[in-house]
């Protein structure tokens, strides 16, 4: 059960000093704290990162969606160019729509190399799922199971790699989703 607040204290701090207030609960501080905050919102992105260990994180663009989101079939992106602890070097390149991030991809001129070839379905695993998500959280494109899945199968090189047996190992979680569901309707 939600507490109503105390009228003797401000809403934001708790401080009992709301005698020259001239708004319900905010104590002469915090509403001036809040209109700067109001006024200059980058403030707090500057205090943030001064003072916490992590960044601000982007709101979700509040307009969700239903389906898959198809994407222009030409982004904005930006390459980089790596160099791996073995010196081979990577190429990273990630597309964005209005300056977000919402596919990663990685190569290496070096992809003919068979040593190399299950790093590759590895690095192409983590790639594509990496840019399901971060359509999901820049986007809104739900996050299902079966995405999921479709990711695993294409990032499979050959049998049996690690892609593979992600899918099939996640696979019979979704025909026991599909089962659920099936049962349920009836």
């Known amino acids: 059960m939600k507490q109503q607040p105390n009228k003797d204290t401000c809403q934001y701090c708790g401080s009992g000093d709301l005698h020259n207030t001239h708004e319900d609960n905010i104590c002469d501080s915090c509403r001036h704290l809040r209109s700067v905050i109001l006024q200059k919102p980058d403030i707090i992105k500057k205090l943030w990162r001064e003072y916490q ?3 601000l994180l982007i709101n979700p663009q509040l ?3 239903d389906a898959e989101i198809e994407l222009p079939e030409v982004l904005d992106g ?5 160099i791996d602890r073995e010196f081979n070097k990577w190429y990273l390149s990630v597309s ?7 596919e990663i991809f990685a190569s290496t001129a070096f992809d003919r190399d068979h040593q190399l070839q299950s ?4 690095l192409t695993t983590i ?3 990496i840019s399901l998500i971060l359509r999901h959280v820049m986007l809104g494109e ?4 079966e995405k999921c899945l479709k990711q695993l199968q294409r990032s499979s090189r050959q049998q049996n790699d690690l892609p593979d047996m ?3 190992v996640l696979n019979k979680y979704s025909r026991l989703l599909e089962k659920e569901e099936r049962n349920t309707v009836k």
Do not use: Q
């Not at 964005?96 to 919402?102: L, N, Q, Y």
């Not at 790093?119 to 590895?122: G, K, L, P, T, Y």
């Not at 739900?142 to 199971?145: A, G, K, S, Y």
């Open 63 to 65: 307009n969700r969606i």
């Open 53 to 55: 260990d992590e960044p």
């Open 127 to 129: 790639t594509r799922l």
């Open 78 to 82: 930006k390459r980089y160019r790596t």
């Open 142 to 145: 739900p996050l299902t199971l």
């Open 119 to 122: 790093r590759i379905s590895n």
């Open 166 to 168: 992600l899918y099939g």
């Open 96 to 102: 964005e729509i209005d300056g977000r991030p919402v």
